[in-house]
């Protein structure tokens, strides 16, 4: 990501969920602008979770040139801290210095994906330093790889390494990784190590190494309970159990997965696809979702995909029922003198109650 031609930038903003590419872009960047032998004079790492970071601080940090330096490059890492209310005056003094900093001068804000941020297309600053970035720079947004395109990249992964891995394979361990894909590249590299001498990489290799998402057990308890299924309900939470997951954990997944089941029958009666993703649902429907758990935009696919089936065998008292059950458990966990303290017990008690209401509603 060489500099505009013409043009002296400034100011960079690097900001999105995909760390990857953005980690490459900012290696890009740094490395067209200095040469190797003068990063280490030239080039400088600021936090800005550290204390004492402010608007003045980091301008002044831009213009602190070493003697017989030609250029002055300052990395501000975790930027999406400093929309913090805190930092309001640091936001307002960067947006009225930016286009003063010297031609030798350029500040990076390398920012975090925030759910909430990334759901809503937010930026992560206020619309003053927002246009002060654009105006005096670059503003570059990493959106999150699609399934197919980490794919591709962890079997290229392989292929580099001479191993060969299916589609089949490759898909799995997106799959259960998730969008993040410096762990689909960290997993495809013990995949590698794991296989040895085998030329293929199979998708029992990737069941072998990486451990099923607790999502995956998680949808099939509630499948069973809303099918009214209590002896498979328990069945299953007992092997989550055993496996050494802690209730608390359980509890916050299954609430999760009630509340986004609701979110995914409201989106569906309004014709919205699951492979939709944030940028391609109506902005008023989303909107109308909740900000806690909120299904865009870091939900998986196959997950969106599980909960829009699961939303078509469900009516609506139904999921009121589940809702109204867990609020039950929640205060009884917490003190409340008609519900059950203990913590389990509560959990097997919601799960055999709401199977059996189900069942009978059925």
């Known amino acids: 990501m060489p500099p505009r031609a013409g043009k002296s930038p400034r100011a960079y903003l690097l900001w999105g969920q995909e760390e990857l590419r953005k980690r490459e872009a900012l ?74 900093l010297p031609d030798y001068s350029t500040l990076v804000f390398v920012a975090n994906a925030e759910s909430g ?60 990784i998730g969008s993040d894909s410096r762990q689909c590249l960290q997993e495809t590299r013990k995949l590698i190590a794991f296989v040895g001498d085998r030329e293929t990489i199979t998708p029992r290799d990737v069941q072998a190494m990486i451990p099923a998402p607790p999502d995956d057990n998680l949808f099939r308890i509630l499948d069973a309970t809303m099918a009214g299924d209590r002896s498979r309900a328990l069945s299953l939470l007992r092997q989550v159990r055993e496996s050494g997951v802690a209730v608390q954990q359980i509890v916050f997944w299954l609430t ?20 939709a993703e944030a940028d391609a649902v109506p902005p008023e429907l989303i909107e109308d979702l909740p900000r806690d758990g909120c299904l865009y935009p870091n939900t998986k696919d196959w997950i969106r995909k599980r909960l829009w089936e699961q939303a078509g065998r469900i009516t609506w008292p139904q999921l009121q029922r589940a809702l109204d059950r867990l609020a039950v458990m929640d205060a009884g966990t917490k003190g409340w003198d008609y519900g059950v303290e203990d913590p389990e017990l509560a959990l097997e008690l919601y799960v055999a109650s709401l199977s059996d209401a189900l069942s009978a509603a059925r």
């Open 27 to 100: 290696d890009e960047l740094i490395e067209a602008l200095v040469p190797p032998e003068d990063r280490e004079l030239d080039v400088e790492y600021v936090d800005a979770t550290s204390p004492g970071v402010s608007g003045e601080s980091l301008l002044h940090a831009a213009r602190d040139r070493a003697m017989f330096s030609e250029r002055r490059i300052v990395v501000v890492q975790n930027a999406e801290r400093l929309r913090a209310g805190r930092h309001q005056r640091t936001q307002e003094v960067l947006a009225q210095g930016l286009a003063s």
């Open 256 to 275: 999760r997965n009630v509340r986004q089941l609701a979110q995914a029958k409201y989106l569906k009666e309004r014709g919205v696809s699951p492979a």
């Open 117 to 176: 941020d990334e759901r809503r297309g937010k930026a992560p600053f206020a619309d003053k330093l927002m246009a002060a970035l654009r105006s005096a720079g670059e503003v570059r947004q990493f959106a999150a790889l699609k399934p197919e395109e980490l794919s591709r990249m962890v079997t290229r992964e392989a292929a580099d390494a001479g191993k060969k891995m299916p589609s089949t394979a490759a898909a799995l361990l997106v799959k259960w």
